[in-house]
């Protein structure tokens, strides 16, 4: 049996920890409170007192490849791109939600429907707490799940911590350890695709606190990106810009650079590839394929959020909503965009796809 040990040499050692924080979360949900994060969001050794060497840990993380059948049947995955019921595009009606939203508000929007109608009791989302920098945050109020909206600046916390390390990553899955403590059990789930998949694992055994998690949402991710002080520096010069002058950013097929003036700076993701995490190279997975509901902006329109459902569970909960907290693109306007945003959605997984292959095939070389 393998144990936390074994997923230090095998998956961090190599430099494959995604920082999801599955193994720390599972442990914290089981009151072993053997593991912890590091400054860097990677997992180590809290207590060697606590830990009881289940393997537990080791048979959760993605990048083991162990419950990699049972997260499949649990889901009803098949291939290319995970399971497809339909396509949409949409955003969120409530103005408020637009204003603050990324791409439409559709994820925000689904998520108060769902709290407003009490078919959840809070959402694991993220909460932005400076420049380039989110945290993972067990919502619980109406209003704390709008806080959640969006990815926007505040020059005022975060340019004066210019030594600091930013990411455009939020390890969310750390907080399921905590949904107890909060007495929620009916709670949504939002992240990026390792993410979601750790969730599943979870799932797959059956183990707490995965019963309370009611509903996935799956983010359409590239990767995710550092902002160290050489790689700001070095973007601010590539897109003729300073972090003074940025409202938000976005990443679609580019990388969108927002300005207070309304300008937009696009910089392509090849020129960003310097910034991007080592463990993100190995990643296969584009469209969050194991979610109920995944969303993205990749090839929709400004201001409007491409939506895949997944299961019956996500297809039903984005019907409800519709034409009364979201609303669809009109069929008039493009009657082909569901289908050419799917077609785009299954361009870019099957890339990275592609390109996770070559990288491991690569590293097993090096190795």
């Not at 939506?307 to 069929?331: F, K, Q, W």
């Amino acid at each position: 049996m393998k144990t936390f040990s074994d997923l230090i040499e095998e998956v961090q050692k190599p430099g494959l920890c995604q920082r999801c924080g599955g193994c720390v979360a599972f442990c914290t949900a089981i009151n072993y409170g053997a593991l912890e994060l590091d400054e860097e969001g990677k997992p180590r050794l809290k207590s060697a007192e606590n830990c009881v060497g289940g393997g537990l840990c080791y048979s959760i993380c993605p990048e083991t490849h162990e419950l990699d059948e049972e997260v499949k049947k649990l889901v009803n995955w098949n291939a290319p791109m995970g399971r497809v019921l339909d396509a949409f595009v949409a955003r969120a009606i409530n103005p408020a939600v637009q204003e603050r939203a990324t791409d439409g508000g559709g994820v925000t929007a689904l998520l108060l429907h769902l709290f407003d109608k009490g078919l959840i009791d809070g959402a694991i989302v993220t909460k932005e707490t400076g420049l380039f920098q989110r945290s993972p945050w067990l919502a619980s109020t109406r209003e704390e799940i709008m806080e959640s909206a969006g990815f926007h600046f505040d020059a005022s916390h975060g340019l004066t911590l210019f030594s600091e390390l930013y990411s455009t990553y939020s390890p969310t899955v750390v907080k399921v350890g905590y949904m107890g403590a909060k007495r929620l059990d009916r709670v949504a789930f939002v992240g990026s695709p390792c993410q979601v998949n750790t969730i599943r694992r979870i799932q797959a055994l059956g183990m707490e606190p995965s019963n309370a998690i009611t509903i996935v949402f799956g983010l359409f991710c590239t990767g995710n990106f550092m902002f160290g002080p050489d790689e700001r520096s070095r973007l601010e010069k590539i897109g003729r810009f300073q972090w003074k002058e940025v409202d938000k950013i976005n990443v679609k097929e580019d990388l969108m650079i927002h300005l207070h003036n309304n300008e937009v700076r696009h910089i392509s993701l090849d020129q960003i590839d310097f910034m991007k995490r080592h463990a993100c190279r190995y990643c296969s997975d584009y469209s969050a394929e194991y979610a109920d509901l995944s969303f993205g902006g990749l090839g929709a329109p400004e201001g409007w959020t491409t939506v895949i459902t997944r299961s019956p569970l996500g297809r039903t909960v984005l019907t409800d909503a519709l034409g009364g907290s979201i609303e669809n693109y009109s069929h008039k306007r493009n009657p082909l965009l569901a289908t050419d945003v799917l077609a785009k959605a299954m361009e870019w997984s099957d890339k990275k796809k592609q390109s996770a292959k070559i990288n491991r095939h690569e590293r097993k070389i090096l190795d």
